[in-house]
């Protein structure tokens, strides 16, 4: 007779799934978040209970299948141990005891979990946008005012300078026109009342040197030619106020940021220490599921030469840049093709107990060498095989 607990059920509530496992006096959720999902299978591969399976990566990551997910979880094999959840380097696991997010796997049993360095010097950093737009996980917070240049009601653009110019303009050839205060905010133009006894139009202009940056504009527009601009020394402003910073949790360890940072103010550490090989002579190319996998963005098809340029070589496929990769295995999980990606692992950073016995074999899977296979096997369609090397 089955019996009564545990009960186990799957479900999806938008983009993530949720395995179920009722027992009498607890519940325990295991929450896939799909969106997080590489593909990596590095779940697959830590899970003790061999729960979870790697599905069609290419095709779910491409959003060619809207159902399902790359990796499926067997709710009734899971133990909600949370191996998978300390393991996964995207975030994309959650495990929930009675509503609450809980590890006792780590709080209880001291497994290790990653020791992730992702870090900015704001000393260092000169808060420009290059590690935002580089990065692919979307794990710089820039948390700095705007400024006009991007954003109409943000920070006037002389702000972002301390500048030392003069404006003066003269008295006796102002119209007070107004042009100059039209088109700069420096500038404001105020008229006296006025009236039929003098016939005259008076005021005054008033300049703050706060919003000058000396572009030298008004002297230009003025049709009486009152304005001076001396030009004093321009010069950068220490720093912005805000902070840009990493998130960790987004963070994938590729080192974009880190390597693009004009002022070199990023450290970032790798996750996985190892190897990756693409034997471009071996993909039939035109295919490019990797460079759509790949979550750090370091895989690419080269850019044709011109043939004068080959000098006899044939034109790779594929390529990866090694400084971007992170070891992570989506690519091999995707590719369709047989031993052109091989992924070798040589070590993992991590912090906590990595004695256990259950830490030692998680560890062995993951250092496991691997490449893609051409898959065959009827009875595990759309489950994904890599070979072992
Ligand atoms: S290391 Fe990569 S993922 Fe992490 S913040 Fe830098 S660019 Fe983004």
New binding site residues.
């Given amino acids: 007779m089955k019996s009564l607990f545990p009960k186990y059920s799957k479900r999806q509530e938008g983009c993530f799934t949720i395995m179920e496992q009722k027992l009498l006096k607890q519940v325990n959720n295991l929450i896939l978040d799909n969106s997080r999902c590489t593909g990596c299978g590095i779940c697959a591969d830590s899970c003790p209970e061999e729960a979870i399976s790697v599905g069609p990566v290419g095709a779910f990551r491409r959003g060619a299948i809207e159902y399902g997910s790359a990796v499926q979880v067997d709710e009734e094999k899971c133990s909600y141990c949370g191996v998978c959840t300390v393991m996964c380097p995207f975030n994309a696991m959650k495990l929930e005891i009675d509503g609450e997010p809980s590890l006792p796997i780590v709080e209880k049993e001291g497994f290790p979990v990653y020791d992730k360095l992702?870090e900015i010097d704001q000393e260092k950093c000169v808060q420009c946008t290059k590690?935002e737009n580089?990065?692919?996980?979307e794990?710089?917070v820039r948390e700095v005012p705007v400024f006009e240049g991007t954003d109409r009601c943000g920070l006037k653009k002389a702000e972002a300078l301390r500048s030392e110019n003069e404006f003066v303009y003269n008295e006796d050839k102002c119209t007070f026109c107004g042009l100059c205060g039209e088109i700069c905010a420096a500038i404001d133009v105020t008229r006296k009342p006025i009236s039929a006894e003098t016939g005259e139009v008076t005021g005054e202009v008033k300049w703050n040197p706060k919003l000058c940056d000396g572009c030298l504009l008004c002297a230009e527009i003025c049709p009486s030619e009152a304005i001076e601009v001396k030009k004093g020394k321009i010069s950068k402003r220490k720093k912005n106020k805000g902070k840009v910073h990493?998130d960790k949790e987004e963070?994938?360890?590729?080192?974009?940021?880190?390597i693009s940072c004009p002022t070199q103010a990023i450290t970032?550490e790798k996750l996985f220490e190892g190897e990756i090989e693409f034997h471009a002579e071996k993909c039939p190319g035109g295919c490019s599921t990797c460079v759509e996998v790949c979550p750090a963005n370091a895989i690419y098809v080269p850019t044709p030469k011109s043939p004068a340029d080959m000098h006899g070589e044939i034109e790779p496929n594929i390529a990866v840049n090694k400084e971007f990769c992170i070891l992570c295995g989506a690519c091999v999980n995707a590719c369709p093709g047989e031993d052109i990606i091989v992924l070798k692992r040589t070590g993992l950073r991590m912090k906590g107990k990595e004695d256990s016995a259950l830490f030692k074999s998680v560890k062995e899977k993951l250092l496991t060498s691997r490449t893609s296979k051409v898959r065959e096997s009827k009875d595990e369609f759309g489950e994904v095989e890599v070979k072992a090397l």
């Fill in positions: 992702a590690c580089v990065c692919p996980r794990a710089i990493i963070c994938c360890t590729c080192r974009w940021c880190a970032v």
